[in-house]
């Protein structure tokens, strides 16, 4: 296994992104008369039609309110429910079901740990490390905890190639470290930090912390595996793993969760409920008050079962090859300035790019026009942006249905964009 915990036993097979594209209905729209190149899957995915399917049946035969009926249709969506739990608990490797919660999306799950781990644990004086390179949803939870209880906020700073700086983390790793919160891919660098090695030097040098992974960027790309990563919590989204918006997840330790106070309280997480007193769930109803997102849990096993059934190996094989040759292409092409690792090795299909003297708005207008999506902005990471002295950048981001002709495209693209500018 490498470095960055993605090791295989066997090598592969290959995608063929051609033949999936068929799977996406959305793939054979046009865009200003052009083929959409949809290059903005860090965002978000678009969804096979099994999933779309997946959510018509239920809604067409299977929808009810969940855990409390006992008739019939409740109790087959209550399984349908749990069965999609069993597959995410299946897909990161889980050691127990009770510690996978369905949140609203990775947003929700990193502020659901700050809120009801962190206030329970993280006291005044303590320690709270996080990297320069967060997105705001695993930055801002952790900056209002520490302020809240009176912590303190360090951040891991980034080698002058935009990797996690090791040396910087083991220099941080002193006094009352709780909590390390840190990204598995950045969203804007693309590089994938090496989780297992960060976690051993966590335990070795703080061993009160615990590792909160934010596994939006990971997750979706490649195969994750929280016992081979040793983190205590992972967050993701089913958004931008083909599957529904308004589903995303929380694992967490049960033992961390069980001593862990409620996020949200009324319906359906309690034990019981008298006038002046109440008693919590146990796990997972603990954490999911009120009627959960049914439907989108269902969907989102439907986009495990899809994604499943491709391997995540080879999605992942597929993304390292279009993000070796965007790399490349783009290296080729004066006045472009690729942000983050220079080495394809270990970087997901990410790639956040500038174009000298061409606003990055401009840019993913120009490319609209041509029927390609990318994205432009701070990419909810504006202290990441400020730190590397960057203005807003250009972001194109692969998934399983593109293709290297879709990259020729990108790169055309711009260099009409630079024609246009003159
Ligand atoms: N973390 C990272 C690294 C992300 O890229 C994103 C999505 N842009 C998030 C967290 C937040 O995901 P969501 O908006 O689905 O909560």
Redesign the pocket.
Known sequence: MRANGIGYSTPPARLDPAALRADFPILVREINGHPLAYLDN???AQKPRCVIEALTRFYSHGYSSIHRGVHTLSEEATAAYESARDAVTAFINAPDRRGVIFT???????NLVAAAWGRANVGPGDRILVTEM??H??LLPWRRLAQEVGAELDYIPITDDGRLDLDGLVRRLTGPVKLVAL?H???VLGVVNPIPEIAALVRERAAAARIVV?G??SVPHLPVDVQALDCDFL?F?G??MCGPTGI?VLYGLPELLKEAPPFLVGGGMIGRVERAEATWADLPARFEAGTPAIAEAVGLGAAIAYLGEIGMAAIWAHEQELVAYALEQLRGLPGVRVIGPTEPRDRAGVVAFTVAAIHPHDLAFILDQEGIAIRAGF???QPLHEGLGLGPTARASFYLYNTLTEVDRLVAGIERAQALFG
Do not use: M, Y
């Open positions: 860090a965002a978000s609203r999306n990775a947003t929700e799950a990193l967060e997105h949803s695993n990204t891919v950045s969203n934010d939006a960027q967050a989204s958004h931008k995303g990419h909810c990471a």
